[in-house]
C-alpha cells in the first residue's frame, strides 16, 4: 500500500492506493490523525479510488478520522469507493455517516 | 475433513493479502459469483484478523490452520488457532448504531455467512463458517 498527500485549495487530499487490512490500516489511521490534529486541516479529502479491499480495520480507522474531524470542526470526506469497498461500508452500515462522493471535483465542489 | 485444501501459516498481517486470494479463489472454483467470493474473502479474512488481534494479541509468529472445502452446495472454512480463546456467549459484536471505531468484524461475519460455530476446545480453537451457493449478502438498511 502506498498513501500520500496533496493539497488543493483549502482542502487536503490523502491518496490510498492498495489494499487497507490489518497490516497496514495503523499508517491510514496514522496519517490522517495527523493531519486533523496536528496539521489541523479544514478538509481532509480521502481519495480510494486504488483501493480495491478494505476490511473493518481500515473501515475503523476511516471512523476514527470523521470522529476527530467533527471535535475538530473539520470536513471529512471519501471518494472514489470501489464496489468491494462500498459494499464493506454498506455492510457495517456506515456508509450514511460519511460524505461520500463519486470524484475528486465533486469532493472538492462540495459546499 | 477430507478433501479439504488445508493452508498453514504464521499470523502475520503481512500475509492476509497471500491468504485473502487463496480464499478467493476456491470460492470461485466452488462456484460462487464474484460478488459472493468478495463476500466470503471478507468474512474470514475478518475471522482471521480476530485470531491474530484477539486469540494471538498481535503476535506474528504463532500457527494458523485453514481448511477449505466443498459441501452441500456451498462452502465450508475451519479456522484453527492455539491462542486464548472466548466463551461463544462473549462473541456478540455490537450495535451498529452506535457510530465509533471497532468492533465490526464478528458483525460483517454473521451478516455474510449462512452458518457461524465457534469452539474453544482442549489446546486449540475451532471457527466453523459455511455459505450455501446462492443466498446473497444483504446490505441493506
Sequence with gaps: MNISTRQQGNSTLVDVHGDIDLYNSPEVRKIILEELKEKKV????????????????????????????????SRFMLYGLSPAAREVLELSRLIRVFEVYGTEQEALQAK | MDNAVKLNFPSDPRYLGVVRGAIERFAALVGFDEEDCRWITLA???????????????????????????????????????????????????ELDDVRPGGL?????????????YMPLEGRNELHLYKKRGTKTSVGE
Excluded at chain 1, 481532509?44 to 470542526?73: C, H, P, Q
Excluded at chain 2, 506474528?60 to 484453527?80: A, C, F, I, S, T
Excluded at chain 2, 468484524?105 to 460455530?117: A, F, K, P, S, V
Design chain 2, 105 to 117: 468484524g464478528l458483525h460483517m461475519i454473521r451478516e455474510i455467512m449462512n452458518e457461524t460455530q
Design chain 1, 42 to 73: 479544514a478538509r481532509l479529502i480521502v481519495n480510494l479510488t486504488g483501493v480495491r479491499y478494505i476490511d473493518s480495520s481500515g473501515v475503523a480507522s476511516l471512523v476514527e478520522g470523521l470522529k476527530v474531524s467533527r471535535t475538530m470542526s
Design chain 2, 44 to 94: 474470514v479474512h475478518e475471522a482471521l484478523t480476530n485470531v491474530i488481534r484477539h486469540a494471538y494479541h498481535n503476535k506474528h509468529d504463532q500457527p494458523v490452520e485453514l481448511r477449505l472445502r466443498e459441501r452441500d452446495e456451498g462452502m465450508e472454512v475451519v479456522m484453527v488457532d492455539h491462542g486464548t480463546g472466548v466463551k461463544p456467549e462473549q462473541m456478540c459484536g455490537r
